[in-house]
Each structure stands twice: as C-alpha cells, then as structure tokens.
C-alpha cells in the first residue's frame, strides 16, 4: 500500500497480528537493552572526543535505556572536513558515486534493508520519542517508500536537458549538479521521516551530507548510518553527528563551518533565525521548515462523525509534537453545539499508554521539559486566560500500567472560550491540546485561520468541493487539506510560508533543494561574432 507521513495506520490488521505474535518478545527484550549509540564519520562507527556521552531517556517512563555519544568541536570539524574531501574528490570523476544509476541502486538497498527491519527500527523509535508502536511502523514504512521514491525519479531528474536559442549557431545544455556539502539538522519528533526526508534526496543528488539529529531522539538516525554504509555508500558522504542543539559546540560548529554548501534545518523558529545568521556569512542557501498554528475549518454540512477522525487525528498523531498539527478547530456557528459534544466523547475515549503496547493510540511526551512546556500551556489557558476545559486539562492520565507511570503523558486537551490573542491560540504548543473556536461565515472563517504569523498547513471541511477550493486558494499556508487533515506523500511537496520558513521537502520539489543547473552554451570552435573586428 502507499504509505503517508506516518499515517500508513490502515494496514491490514492480519499484519498487525503477525506483529504482535513475532515481536512480543523482542519488545520486551528491547526495553531492557542497554544501548550505547556512537558518532558516524568517514564510514565508521566512533566515540566523541573524551568518550563524552549522554544518557538516553526514554519518555514511556523517565528512565535510561542507554547511552549516546556527544560531539566536540573537533569530531563536528573532522565529520565536516571528511564530507568536503569526499565529495571534491570526485570533481573530475565520472563512475562510481558520480552515475546516477549507483546512487539508485544503493538508495534502493537502503530501502530494501529499512523494510527487512522495519519492526527492529519502530521498536527503537518509539522508546526513543513516545510515540505509539503503529505510528512508529508508518514512520518507518513512509522513510522506506520516500528512499525508493528517490531513486526512481533520479535518471529523470539528471537527465540533461537540451534548449533551443535563438541563435542556431549555438547550443545550449542544462546539467543537473550536486549541490555539495549539506548539513541536515533535524527534530525529535518524527526523527527518522525527517532525517529521510533530507537525507534521501541529499544522497540522490550525490552531495555529501552531515545529519545532525535532535539530541532528544537520536537513536534511529544512528541505526540508519548501518544501512547507509551497507548500501555502499562511498566513504565521507554520510556522517552522523549526536549531541547538543545548535547554540551549544555540537550543532554551532555545523552553523558556523565555511565548509559547508547549503543547510536545512527543520525545527523551532528561533533556532531558524540563527541558522539563516550563520549563513549569511557565506551568502549559504537555506531550507527552513519550522513552526505552526494550523487551523481546520469545518462548514455545517460536514458529516460529523467522520470530521471527528480527522480532528483527532490532526491533533492528537505524535501527542500534538507535530508542526502542522491542526490544533485550532474552527466550527461553523449551526453545528457548534452538537459538534463539540460529540467530540468531548470521542477525545475522552482516546487511549493513552504505553507507546509499546499495540493498543495504544496516544503515547508519550517527548521530555521533561517538554511535558512541563505543556502543562504550563494548559494552565496558563485556565487560570490566566479563562478557557474552559472540555476535556482532558492537567490532572496525569488515569490507569496506566505501573512500568510507565513514572513517564511522560498529558491527556488530550480540548479547550474552548479561547481569547483570540491568548498564548495557547496564537503559539505552538505542540502537545495535544486542542483549542476550538465558532464562525458565522465563510470570509470570517478565513480571516480567523489566517491571522498567525505561521503559515505551514490548514484544512477545510465541506461536501462542497467548490467551497473547499475557493477556501484553499484563501488560505495563507504551504499545504491545504481538503476534508482531511495530516497526511503527506512521497510525491507531495511540504514546506510553509511566513514565520513557518522556506524551501520544500519530498515530491520533485524535494530533490530540487539539492540541486545546482548549470548552464552551458556552446558553439563550433573557429566561429565568432568578429564584434570588434
């Protein structure tokens, strides 16, 4: 099946079964492993300077389940310096890494191997980040069909193109180049997609890449270095750096190298700000995709029930950690009542555990801090801002199994009576707290969803396609859902607009962030416009 950004949550519950069966085991024995997760450069699996580590926390339940090295300067200086000689070394080349068809043949083997240890990769992912097993498996299903996807429009992509000029005396090529040296710094809450979604079309275009993942959730992205350096991979264009954010040594020296040829960096909008500083310096171009405050707005002649799954869904996928999480609801005046009960219902029933256990349909927060991040959300919108609380608020989920008690979970939280220019309507929570707000008509529900700085996703709801179209073309966002919310394909550009960044991911749009056209005009030697003759 065609899998979505971590919403291949449909597949065949035969599937899931056999899962259950094949790897309960393992999941247990995975939760007691001590992991010890090292620094990739120039092919190698290394420690950081000093045998620096931190401790990996997992969020199911607040409790170390490894360890994970921390870069220095100098491992940052010596992962920047091995991707630069890699790639100038193939300046003159021609073979190898330089044809198209050895980078389509090794990204489908990274494919091909992701898919054989699909489970292995979801099991690390969810105890790494919280986030329920069946998303994990999506996640992993989505990075699998984006690598293959890479590879099979790459011939088309780097096929040189002729132009016809106006001078027929002359010729004109257009050749598809790497764009270089890429740093890729990517969140924690969708680790592996995010790192794929950078890496994949990196590595399709043949530039040498350094990942640095979120410190939060590292763990994947390490794993995936295995599949690279299986694939074959040519020695220096894949490294994996793991350590502190940008600001501190590990992600700063990234920001700061002059080695560097182009960055992309998913994440908050003040870390964003200072990439796009750093490569000033170097007039370096940048692909940002940062935050949001996506809104949905749903018509009155909307079935209701099934608008429900989508408003569940576009809030409550990843606890809320998503960027374009539809977490401002906006209901037509009529259905406002009806709606809403309907929807306290259905949000209370929603099962909160144990990211590891199969049933489970919302997990963990991230982190501590995180997890204090939107507690305090959720006060400060009660007894600071007035909102009433339809469901969920602050009180720890009731019921959980005493292994993960100890962990990081929030009920779902549905506000309502929400102030316009309250923190909780206007910031990124980006945890499950949902905030609804009512509308009368069509230009004000317009007016409402587009007066934020962000400008990442939204969605409108109606049996009216003409209404949701004219809607669309309103709204001020990089992507709109048309009666749904969330999902991505490989094939589809993602990116935003306003404070929510530039540049896009996946699609051909995808690829194109790595490339340079180089234009070359040619004529037969021995001919000349004799122009001072």
Known sequence: TQSTWGFSLRTNFCYHLIIVRSFSRTMTAATKKDYNFKLFINNEFVDGEGGNKAEIIAPRNGKPFGSIAVASANDVERAIKSARTAFDALTFETTGWKDVSVRKNALKSIAAELDARLEEFAQLESLDCGKPIKESRADMQFCRDYLNY???????????????????????????????????????????????????????????????????????????????????????????????????????YILDSPLLDKLSFTGSGPTGKKCLTAGSEYLRPTTLELGGKSAMIVFEDVDIDMTIDWVLLGIFLCSGQVCCATSRVLLHESIYDTFIEKLKVRASSVRVGDPLDENTQMGAIVSQAQ???????????????????????????ENLPSEVSTGYYVKPTILTDVPSQSEVWTQEVFGPVLCVGKFSDEREAVRIANSTHYGLGNAVMSKNLERCRRVSSALRSGVVWENASQPLFPQSPFGGQQKSGFGRELGEAGIEEYIHTKTVITTNHGYSWNWYA
Request: net charge neutral; hydrophobic share 45%; glycine share 10%.
């Open 150 to 252: 890479n590879a099979d429009i790459l011939e088309s992509t780097f096929k040189t193109k002729n132009v016809a000029l106006t001078d027929e005396n002359f010729q004109c090529n257009l050749l598809r180049e790497p764009v270089g040296v890429v740093g890729c710094i990517t969140p924690w809450n969708f680790p592996l997609v995010q790192a794929v979604s950078k890496v994949a079309p990196a590595l399709a275009a043949g530039c040498a890449i350094i990942l640095k993942p979120s410190p939060l959730a590292s763990t994947t992205c390490v794993l995936f270095a295995e599949l690279v350096k299986n694939a074959g991979v040519p020695s220096g264009f894949f490294q994996v750096i793991t350590g502190g954010p940008p600001g501190e040594a590990t992600g700063q």
């Open 371 to 397: 997890f204090d991040k939107v507690k305090k959300f959720i006060s400060n919108a009660v007894n600071v801002s007035g909102c009433k609380v339809l469901t969920g608020g602050e009180a720890f989920p």
